[in-house]
């Protein structure tokens, strides 16, 4: 027996690339732009998570060139050891400030951030409660954890209700996504809030969807509900709206402490670079100095909800910039995204385990940036293809 020998049977990837529908691992040669260049074609960009369209802003790029300069490409080392620059700390005062909390850390990346967070938190006595649609890396956190995870129902407050009451004499928290990346949906966190009152159960939302997007000043899905004070930890990463990469917790000065001192995945992992952290605090200045960008995704994002609901498709329960077209089965999904990258739209597809069987997704996602022309465009292609594979019936006039 060989430990390869699942490698030699895992023949799905050789099948879509043989059939010349594999479209994972694309190589862009352009910034994440509204528009976007694959082997010399432009493509109007609907698969990106740059949700106010700042990872090639000018200030962006000269606050990541100016950090470069003065400190170098690289912290050689940990947060914890020797990688911790006055530019980390700054960052890490603007986030609790922006964020409403008192003390914020962060992490390499978003998915080093939830796993070190809840890994460090949730004891192997403890009770830790996850939707049964969060995040691969909140999953794996809780893995790591050694506690009792416990899935509730998605987006079922009444299910967490069910769930925490068994063994409700032990310390729990809830871990939920704040907008879920796949069905475009949020959290009903008053629904959750409420629930973890009754069985005094500490709140932890991911919120790396959320900040940027919901909320009156962009501070995501707490402030959306008016609950900030009600969420005991914020997780966020800068690869969304923040235009850069890592990821970040902000909550009480005792529990961030606790984190910097137990999260394996912080301890152990290098410093996020200079440039990155730079990124992100110029990408705070601009969120804070223009919520125009904020108005206009979300004018953005009602055309094309409008726009897909009128022609026929299903987008399911998106309530957000993310919004997912729903186009059946796994290989339709994959003829589909073809078949619109031909004709100068690039989409995700989505299709099983990261969806149920049947009901695959075409996942596209909005920026502020993008304009009426295009966002246009994008429709009547989309209607184009929809008749094309038989998912839209022709309109009777």
């Known amino acids: 027996m060989d430990i390869f020998d699942k490698c030699t049977r895992f023949t799905r990837v050789r099948d879509l690339r043989a059939a010349g529908e594999y479209y994972y691992f694309r190589r862009i040669d352009s910034p994440q732009d509204p528009e976007v260049t694959i082997a010399g074609k432009k493509l109007v960009m609907l698969g990106s998570n740059s949700y106010l369209g700042l990872t090639n802003h000018p200030k962006v790029k000269e606050a990541a060139c100016e950090a470069i300069r003065k400190y170098g490409t690289g912290c050689a080392g940990s947060r914890f050891l020797n ?32 796993l070190g967070t809840i890994s460090a938190l949730v004891g192997k006595d403890d ?13 794996d956190g809780t893995r790591l954890s050694f506690g009792d995870v416990r899935k509730f129902k998605h987006n079922d407050p009444a299910d967490l209700d069910r769930i925490l009451s068994r063994g409700s004499d032990r310390a729990s928290m ?83 402490d606790y984190i910097k001192h137990h999260a394996r995945a912080l301890i152990f992992s290098a410093s996020p670079p200079p440039a990155s952290v730079a990124s992100v605090i110029a990408a705070l200045d601009i969120i804070e100095s223009e919520p125009e960008r904020r108005e206009r995704l979300w004018e953005n994002t009602r055309k094309m909800q409008k726009g897909f609901v009128e022609m026929g498709y299903d987008i399911g329960v998106s309530e957000t910039p993310v919004v997912p077209v729903v186009v059946g089965e796994d290989m339709t999904a994959f003829i589909m995204t073809g078949r619109l990258q031909e004709l100068g739209v690039f989409v995700n597809p989505v299709v099983s385990p990261g969806t149920p069987p049947g009901r695959a997704l075409i996942r596209t996602s909005y920026m502020a940036t993008h304009t009426d022309e295009q966002l246009d465009r994008v429709l009547d292609i989309f209607e184009k293809v929809g008749k094309e594979l038989g998912i839209l019936q022709p309109r009777h006039v």
Not at 86 to 91: G, S, V
Not at 196 to 207: C, I, L, P, Q
């Open 127 to 139: 009770v830790v409660a996850i939707d049964k649609l969060d995040h691969a890396s909140i999953i």
């Open 174 to 256: 809830v871990v939920v996504d704040g907008v879920f990346s796949m069905e475009g949906d949020i959290i009903d966190l008053p629904g959750v809030v409420k629930v973890a009152r009754k069985h005094s159960t500490r709140v932890m939302v991911d919120d790396a969807h959320g900040i940027g997007v919901l909320g009156k000043g962009g501070r995501g899905t707490a402030e959306h509900f008016g609950l900030e004070d009600d969420v005991d930890i914020i997780m966020g990463t800068y690869s969304k709206s923040l235009a850069s990469i890592g990821g970040f917790v902000v909550g009480d000065v005792d529990v961030i």
């Open 83 to 114: 990688g911790t620059l006055d530019i980390h700390e700054e960052l890490e005062g603007r986030l609790a400030k922006f964020m409403r909390k008192p003390a914020a850390v962060t992490f390499s990346t978003g998915f080093l951030t939830n």
